[in-house]
């Protein structure tokens, strides 16, 4: 029996061995070495994160968690990038889901990030839990106007009026931008045509892989940022990684006596380039930094990035390496097949 023989009656749990060993190699060396494929964001993923940028420290964005443990796996990362980024900017953070198990996924996404990385932020007055509304698109059609009338109280059960955030919050109308991360119904075609479209206000969209092609017509009138599956994700996760990190050590540099435009400069050069951070401590244009400034500016520089922030671009590994399994059998298939029938092979 030669070679093609053998692999047309391969037995198919070799290839179930393979496609097991394509996700678990990658599993166990991203989790030994910390390390995760480089991300370059499209086009719609940068965009998500300017939206969000361009706003005013302070801004109102709502955050709308319509999603449940299933589709965490995907949208969970996008989840924790958001608020990531928005309380790193300084934005007020209102939480609501039309979702029943929105609400936990709210408590779970905001007791990780703001709870163990800005325990600065101030309940009531930097970001508000609102909880759960039952009502579908309904719920949306209603705060556009009156948005007391579905949530006179945050989840904790206090009433609004006693909440120093909630001041001047009347509608929809009354915020910045709307982040929606969505796993179906209600969800974000709901945001699309019943307040962003109306409100023209700027949406940013979060959603599973078989929800994304529906959301593409939207972009970019009704939609200004739209993120799709795991891969979105990571995209999006990579490039608040990078700014975060860029505005920690922006903070340094200044704090060391670096002024602007050079503070900026360095702060994106050493984002991009960590390493390059201790060799220029070593230079003249940082002689009036503090040796304090110095070592500050190098452990940040050199930090490994917490887990938490790191979950999406963990998880391309294994889908890549089985994504070109699966290229690599379809490819071989074809081959054999096509082999078989040229020597008159009857399979």
Partial sequence: MNLI???ANLDRRWIFLMMGLAVGIPIIVIGITGKTLPEEPTPLAQAAFDVLDDLEPGSRILMAWDFDPASEGELGPMATSF???CAQKGHRMYFIALWPVGAQMIRSSTSRVIGGYYPDLVYGEDW??????AGNEAVIKTIVTDFAQYFPTDARGTSVDAIP???GISSLANFDAIVNASAGY???KEWVLYAATPLKKPLIVGCTGVQAPQMYPYVPNQVQGLLGAIKGAAEYESVVNKW???EQMLDALESGGITEPASSELAARFAANPSEASTWTTEAAAAAMSPEAKTRLIELASAPTPGIFLEAQRRMGPQLVAHLLMIGLIIAGNAIFF?????GGSQ
């Fill in 5 to 7: 023989d053998r692999m």
């Fill in 83 to 85: 608020i990531r980024q």
């Fill in 128 to 133: 508000v839990d609102l909880g759960f509304k």
């Fill in 165 to 167: 955030m909630m001041e």
């Fill in 186 to 188: 209600p969800g974000s």
């Fill in 244 to 246: 975060v990190r860029s």
């Fill in 339 to 343: 082999a078989t029938r040229r020597r």
